[in-house]
């Protein structure tokens, strides 16, 4: 079974950054695709970001834009999402997942983690 497990969140005050960490456990595996989501309380589940395996082609939503960066390590099944000048509102717990098979839906992912929080003060 595949196992994903997130790391690097915490408190930051607005404006300031963290660098959230993922790595899959359990065995050496090439996914399609893997991305970030959110989650607050009371809210769905957002997509954030994900990146393809093959290429490295990155995507975004229009809410963190220009705001983070994914990026991933093939060799050790790990992706990354650096979060700038956060806000108040990116307060939510983040989820990290991993799409193992090809899918159209850049939102369709197989495996998930457990999350780790991210909290931004004002």
């Known amino acids: 079974q595949v196992q994903l497990v997130e790391s690097g969140g915490g408190l930051v005050q607005a404006g300031g950054s963290l660098r959230l960490s993922c790595a899959a456990s359990?065995?050496?595996?090439?996914?399609?695709?893997m991305a970030w989501f959110r989650q607050a309380p009371g809210k769905e589940r957002q997509f954030v970001a994900a990146i393809s395996w093959s290429g490295g082609s990155t995507y975004y939503a229009n809410s963190v834009k220009d705001r983070c960066t994914i990026s991933r390590d093939n060799a050790s099944n790990t992706v990354s999402l650096q979060m700038n000048n956060l806000k108040p509102e990116d307060t939510a717990i983040y989820y990290c997942?991993?799409?193992?098979?090809?899918?159209?839906?850049?939102?369709?992912?197989?495996?998930w983690g457990q999350g780790t929080q991210v909290t931004v003060s004002s």
């Open positions: 997942a991993a799409a193992v098979t090809p899918r159209v839906s850049i939102t369709t992912y197989d495996y």
């Open positions: 359990g065995r050496t595996f090439n996914p399609w695709r």
